[in-house]
Protein backbone atom coordinates (compact mmCIF):
# COMPACT_ATOMS: atom_id res chain seq x y z
CA UNK A 1 0.00 0.00 0.00
CA UNK A 2 3.18 2.28 -0.41
CA UNK A 3 2.62 3.82 -4.05
CA UNK A 4 -1.02 5.36 -3.48
CA UNK A 5 -2.96 6.21 -0.88
CA UNK A 6 -5.44 4.41 1.22
CA UNK A 7 -8.49 6.24 0.08
CA UNK A 8 -7.39 5.90 -3.82
CA UNK A 9 -7.12 1.83 -2.88
CA UNK A 10 -10.67 1.55 -1.91
CA UNK A 11 -11.99 3.30 -5.00
CA UNK A 12 -9.90 0.66 -6.92
CA UNK A 13 -11.43 -1.90 -5.24
CA UNK A 14 -14.61 -0.26 -5.30
CA UNK A 15 -14.26 -0.20 -9.64
CA UNK A 16 -13.11 -3.49 -9.22
CA UNK A 17 -16.48 -4.51 -7.66
CA UNK A 18 -18.47 -2.32 -10.50
CA UNK A 19 -16.80 -4.49 -13.54
CA UNK A 20 -16.70 -7.64 -12.11
CA UNK A 21 -13.35 -7.75 -11.55
CA UNK A 22 -14.03 -9.45 -8.01
CA UNK A 23 -10.22 -11.38 -8.05
CA UNK A 24 -8.55 -7.71 -7.60
CA UNK A 25 -11.40 -6.09 -5.01
CA UNK A 26 -10.31 -9.43 -3.32
CA UNK A 27 -6.56 -8.76 -2.93
CA UNK A 28 -6.90 -4.84 -2.86
CA UNK A 29 -8.96 -5.05 0.17
CA UNK A 30 -6.48 -8.00 1.60
CA UNK A 31 -3.69 -5.73 0.94
CA UNK A 32 -5.56 -2.90 2.35
CA UNK A 33 -7.19 -5.01 5.72
CA UNK A 34 -2.99 -6.15 5.85
CA UNK A 35 -2.02 -2.62 5.96
CA UNK A 36 -4.93 -1.18 7.74
CA UNK A 37 -6.73 -3.85 10.31
CA UNK A 38 -9.44 -1.58 11.19
CA UNK A 39 -10.43 -0.03 7.77
CA UNK A 40 -14.01 -1.25 7.64
CA UNK A 41 -14.97 0.02 4.56
CA UNK A 42 -12.53 -2.56 2.87
CA UNK A 43 -13.82 -5.51 5.21
CA UNK A 44 -17.37 -4.31 3.30
CA UNK A 45 -15.69 -4.32 -0.13
CA UNK A 46 -14.20 -7.45 0.43
CA UNK A 47 -17.12 -9.43 1.80
CA UNK A 48 -19.35 -8.10 -1.33
CA UNK A 49 -16.24 -9.31 -3.43
CA UNK A 50 -16.58 -12.87 -1.85
CA UNK A 51 -20.30 -12.83 -2.25
CA UNK A 52 -20.50 -11.55 -5.74
CA UNK A 53 -17.80 -14.59 -6.21
CA UNK A 54 -19.84 -16.88 -4.93
CA UNK A 55 -23.02 -16.19 -6.59
CA UNK A 56 -21.09 -16.27 -10.11
CA UNK A 57 -20.27 -20.10 -8.80
CA UNK A 58 -23.87 -20.92 -8.25
CA UNK A 59 -24.76 -19.93 -11.85
CA UNK A 60 -21.79 -21.93 -13.48
CA UNK A 61 -21.31 -24.56 -10.82
CA UNK A 62 -18.75 -26.59 -12.57
CA UNK A 63 -16.08 -24.45 -11.82
CA UNK A 64 -15.92 -25.44 -8.16
CA UNK A 65 -14.59 -28.76 -9.17
CA UNK A 66 -11.34 -27.60 -10.77
CA UNK A 67 -8.16 -28.84 -9.58
CA UNK A 68 -5.22 -29.66 -11.31
CA UNK A 69 -3.37 -32.63 -12.11
CA UNK A 70 -1.67 -32.28 -15.37
CA UNK A 71 -4.15 -29.22 -16.90
CA UNK A 72 -3.33 -25.73 -15.93
CA UNK A 73 -6.72 -23.82 -15.36
CA UNK A 74 -8.23 -26.52 -13.15
CA UNK A 75 -9.68 -28.82 -16.15
CA UNK A 76 -8.92 -32.29 -14.94
CA UNK A 77 -11.58 -31.76 -12.09
CA UNK A 78 -13.98 -29.91 -14.10
CA UNK A 79 -13.22 -32.63 -16.82
CA UNK A 80 -13.80 -35.47 -14.39
CA UNK A 81 -16.99 -34.12 -12.96
CA UNK A 82 -18.54 -34.21 -15.98
CA UNK A 83 -17.57 -37.69 -17.06
CA UNK A 84 -19.10 -38.43 -13.71
CA UNK A 85 -22.14 -36.69 -14.49
CA UNK A 86 -22.07 -38.06 -17.91
CA UNK A 87 -21.89 -41.82 -16.75
CA UNK A 88 -18.60 -41.67 -18.97
CA UNK A 89 -15.89 -43.88 -16.83
CA UNK A 90 -13.68 -45.22 -19.87
CA UNK A 91 -13.56 -43.96 -23.76
CA UNK A 92 -11.33 -41.88 -26.09
CA UNK A 93 -10.11 -38.54 -26.68
CA UNK A 94 -8.35 -36.27 -29.28
CA UNK A 95 -5.51 -33.34 -28.52
CA UNK A 96 -3.50 -31.36 -30.04
CA UNK A 97 -1.11 -29.07 -29.68
CA UNK A 98 -0.30 -31.94 -27.38
CA UNK A 99 3.68 -31.19 -26.96
CA UNK A 100 4.42 -34.25 -25.17
CA UNK A 101 1.18 -35.31 -23.94
CA UNK A 102 1.93 -34.27 -20.73
CA UNK A 103 2.51 -30.39 -20.10
CA UNK A 104 -0.21 -28.78 -19.18
CA UNK A 105 -2.64 -31.51 -20.69
CA UNK A 106 -6.75 -31.76 -20.48
CA UNK A 107 -6.33 -35.61 -21.46
CA UNK A 108 -3.38 -37.02 -19.85
CA UNK A 109 -4.77 -38.00 -16.28
CA UNK A 110 -7.22 -39.87 -18.84
CA UNK A 111 -4.90 -41.40 -20.45
CA UNK A 112 -3.29 -42.57 -17.80
CA UNK A 113 -6.32 -44.36 -16.65
CA UNK A 114 -6.18 -46.32 -19.11
CA UNK A 115 -8.28 -44.80 -22.41
CA UNK A 116 -7.37 -44.96 -26.10
CA UNK A 117 -6.93 -41.67 -27.73
CA UNK A 118 -4.51 -39.69 -30.35
CA UNK A 119 -2.55 -37.09 -29.38
CA UNK A 120 -1.26 -34.80 -32.27
CA UNK A 121 2.15 -32.63 -32.43
CA UNK A 122 3.21 -30.59 -35.24
CA UNK A 123 6.80 -29.87 -33.78
CA UNK A 124 8.99 -32.52 -34.82
CA UNK A 125 10.87 -32.37 -31.81
CA UNK A 126 8.48 -32.01 -29.24
CA UNK A 127 6.57 -34.73 -31.41
CA UNK A 128 9.84 -37.26 -30.20
CA UNK A 129 9.09 -36.43 -26.55
CA UNK A 130 5.14 -37.35 -27.22
CA UNK A 131 6.41 -40.85 -28.64
CA UNK A 132 7.97 -41.29 -26.11
CA UNK A 133 5.50 -40.35 -23.44
CA UNK A 134 2.66 -42.46 -25.19
CA UNK A 135 5.47 -45.51 -25.49
CA UNK A 136 4.92 -45.44 -21.36
CA UNK A 137 1.05 -45.35 -21.34
CA UNK A 138 -0.64 -48.44 -20.23
CA UNK A 139 -1.82 -50.63 -23.13
CA UNK A 140 -0.02 -48.27 -25.94
CA UNK A 141 -3.60 -47.25 -26.60
CA UNK A 142 -2.81 -43.72 -27.67
CA UNK A 143 -1.40 -42.80 -31.03
CA UNK A 144 0.95 -40.39 -31.61
CA UNK A 145 0.77 -38.16 -34.72
CA UNK A 146 2.88 -35.65 -36.28
CA UNK A 147 0.64 -33.19 -38.39
CA UNK A 148 -0.16 -29.19 -38.45
CA UNK A 149 -3.88 -29.28 -37.61
CA UNK A 150 -5.11 -27.02 -40.53
CA UNK A 151 -9.16 -25.63 -40.81
CA UNK A 152 -9.17 -25.63 -44.72
CA UNK A 153 -5.79 -27.26 -46.06
CA UNK A 154 -6.76 -30.70 -47.53
CA UNK A 155 -5.34 -33.67 -45.59
CA UNK A 156 -4.37 -31.73 -42.74
CA UNK A 157 -7.73 -31.12 -41.47
CA UNK A 158 -8.74 -32.82 -37.92
CA UNK A 159 -11.08 -34.83 -40.15
CA UNK A 160 -8.27 -36.21 -42.40
CA UNK A 161 -6.19 -36.90 -39.74
CA UNK A 162 -8.87 -38.99 -37.51
CA UNK A 163 -9.76 -40.50 -40.59
CA UNK A 164 -6.74 -42.74 -40.50
CA UNK A 165 -7.13 -43.37 -37.12
CA UNK A 166 -9.73 -45.71 -35.72
CA UNK A 167 -11.15 -43.31 -32.85
CA UNK A 168 -14.80 -43.10 -32.97
CA UNK A 169 -16.72 -40.94 -35.01
CA UNK A 170 -18.20 -39.62 -31.22
CA UNK A 171 -15.55 -40.08 -29.30
CA UNK A 172 -15.78 -38.51 -25.67
CA UNK A 173 -13.25 -35.30 -25.78
CA UNK A 174 -11.76 -33.36 -28.32
CA UNK A 175 -8.99 -30.24 -26.64
CA UNK A 176 -7.90 -27.72 -29.22
CA UNK A 177 -5.23 -25.55 -28.03
CA UNK A 178 -3.31 -24.32 -30.76
CA UNK A 179 -2.84 -20.54 -29.81
CA UNK A 180 -4.39 -18.72 -32.93
CA UNK A 181 -6.81 -20.23 -35.26
CA UNK A 182 -8.74 -22.58 -32.59
CA UNK A 183 -12.00 -21.74 -34.07
CA UNK A 184 -11.60 -22.39 -37.59
CA UNK A 185 -10.38 -25.64 -36.44
CA UNK A 186 -13.44 -26.54 -34.91
CA UNK A 187 -15.49 -24.96 -37.21
CA UNK A 188 -13.78 -27.28 -39.69
CA UNK A 189 -15.08 -30.61 -38.39
CA UNK A 190 -17.61 -32.42 -39.90
CA UNK A 191 -17.63 -35.60 -39.72
CA UNK A 192 -16.96 -35.97 -35.51
CA UNK A 193 -19.36 -34.95 -32.82
CA UNK A 194 -16.81 -35.54 -29.49
CA UNK A 195 -19.25 -35.61 -26.33
CA UNK A 196 -17.06 -32.92 -24.82
CA UNK A 197 -15.09 -30.39 -26.29
CA UNK A 198 -12.37 -28.09 -24.30
CA UNK A 199 -11.08 -25.10 -27.03
CA UNK A 200 -9.03 -22.17 -25.85
CA UNK A 201 -9.89 -18.73 -26.39
CA UNK A 202 -8.38 -15.40 -25.78
CA UNK A 203 -10.29 -14.49 -22.53
CA UNK A 204 -9.21 -10.91 -22.82
CA UNK A 205 -12.37 -10.22 -24.58
CA UNK A 206 -15.45 -9.86 -22.35
CA UNK A 207 -18.71 -10.62 -23.26
CA UNK A 208 -20.86 -9.24 -25.53
CA UNK A 209 -17.21 -8.96 -27.70
CA UNK A 210 -17.18 -11.11 -30.64
CA UNK A 211 -14.44 -11.41 -32.22
CA UNK A 212 -12.77 -14.23 -34.35
CA UNK A 213 -8.90 -14.68 -34.97
CA UNK A 214 -7.41 -13.15 -37.76
CA UNK A 215 -6.95 -9.90 -37.23
CA UNK A 216 -3.96 -8.16 -35.16
CA UNK A 217 -4.81 -10.19 -31.98
CA UNK A 218 -4.29 -14.11 -31.59
CA UNK A 219 -7.13 -16.18 -30.73
CA UNK A 220 -11.32 -15.51 -30.67
CA UNK A 221 -12.91 -14.61 -28.36
CA UNK A 222 -15.36 -16.01 -25.48
CA UNK A 223 -18.52 -15.07 -26.80
CA UNK A 224 -17.58 -16.16 -30.26
CA UNK A 225 -16.63 -19.69 -29.64
CA UNK A 226 -20.30 -19.50 -27.48
CA UNK A 227 -21.83 -18.94 -30.72
CA UNK A 228 -20.18 -21.74 -32.86
CA UNK A 229 -20.83 -24.30 -29.85
CA UNK A 230 -24.15 -23.40 -30.26
CA UNK A 231 -24.31 -23.68 -34.53
CA UNK A 232 -22.64 -26.95 -33.91
CA UNK A 233 -25.03 -28.54 -31.48
CA UNK A 234 -23.28 -27.63 -28.28
CA UNK A 235 -23.36 -26.07 -24.75
CA UNK A 236 -20.84 -24.11 -22.91
CA UNK A 237 -20.98 -25.50 -18.90
CA UNK A 238 -17.91 -23.96 -18.07
CA UNK A 239 -14.83 -21.65 -18.79
CA UNK A 240 -11.45 -21.83 -17.17
CA UNK A 241 -9.69 -19.96 -19.77
CA UNK A 242 -10.41 -22.40 -22.20
CA UNK A 243 -14.16 -22.71 -23.13
CA UNK A 244 -15.67 -26.23 -21.98
CA UNK A 245 -18.69 -27.52 -24.23
CA UNK A 246 -20.85 -30.54 -23.43
CA UNK A 247 -23.33 -31.56 -26.84
CA UNK A 248 -26.76 -30.14 -26.04
CA UNK A 249 -28.16 -33.43 -26.37
CA UNK A 250 -26.20 -34.76 -23.30
CA UNK A 251 -26.41 -31.66 -21.63
CA UNK A 252 -29.45 -32.24 -19.41
CA UNK A 253 -27.65 -34.99 -17.61
CA UNK A 254 -25.01 -32.52 -15.80
CA UNK A 255 -28.03 -30.76 -14.10
CA UNK A 256 -26.92 -27.27 -14.36
CA UNK A 257 -28.81 -23.97 -14.04
CA UNK A 258 -31.29 -22.90 -16.91
CA UNK A 259 -30.13 -19.77 -16.67
CA UNK A 260 -26.34 -21.02 -17.72
CA UNK A 261 -27.98 -23.45 -20.48
CA UNK A 262 -29.74 -20.48 -21.93
CA UNK A 263 -26.83 -17.49 -21.36
CA UNK A 264 -23.21 -18.79 -21.84
CA UNK A 265 -21.97 -14.95 -21.10
CA UNK A 266 -22.77 -16.47 -17.11
CA UNK A 267 -20.07 -18.77 -17.14
CA UNK A 268 -17.44 -16.67 -18.74
CA UNK A 269 -14.92 -15.90 -15.43
CA UNK A 270 -14.14 -11.97 -14.94
CA UNK A 271 -10.82 -12.74 -13.88
CA UNK A 272 -9.69 -12.65 -17.31
CA UNK A 273 -10.93 -9.12 -18.29
CA UNK A 274 -8.32 -6.38 -18.92
CA UNK A 275 -8.29 -3.92 -15.85
CA UNK A 276 -6.18 -0.45 -15.16
CA UNK A 277 -5.82 1.10 -12.13
CA UNK A 278 -6.40 4.63 -13.45
CA UNK A 279 -9.85 3.28 -15.01
CA UNK A 280 -11.17 1.33 -11.48
CA UNK A 281 -10.39 4.57 -9.73
CA UNK A 282 -12.08 6.81 -11.87
CA UNK A 283 -15.10 4.33 -12.03
CA UNK A 284 -14.67 3.73 -7.98
CA UNK A 285 -14.46 7.73 -7.33
CA UNK A 286 -17.77 8.43 -9.29
CA UNK A 287 -19.55 5.70 -7.27
Same mark, same amino acid.
Given at each position: ??????????????????????????????????????????????????????????????????????????????????? +?????? @? %???? /??? &?????? =??? !??? +?????? @? %???? /??? &?????? =??? !???????????????????????????????????????????????????????????????????????????????????????????????????????????????????????????????????????????????????????????
Amino acid at each position: MNQITLDDAVKIANGAIAVGRYDVATAMCENIISAHPRCDEARRILNIAKDKRALHEAKSPLIRYKRNKYSQNGEDGIIAEIL +LRLRIS @S %GSFC /EFG &AWDGIH =LSN !TYS +LAEAGW @S %GVYI /EGD &AEKYKD =LVT !TCSKLPGQKVMPVLAFVSPDIQGKRLDDILGKTDIPKDFDILSIDIDSCDYQVWASVKQYSPKIVVIEVNSSFPPPIRYVHGGETSGSSFMAVADLAKEKGYTVVCHTGNVICVRSDLVDALCLPEELIKDPSLAYISVYAPWDSDELLRIGGSL
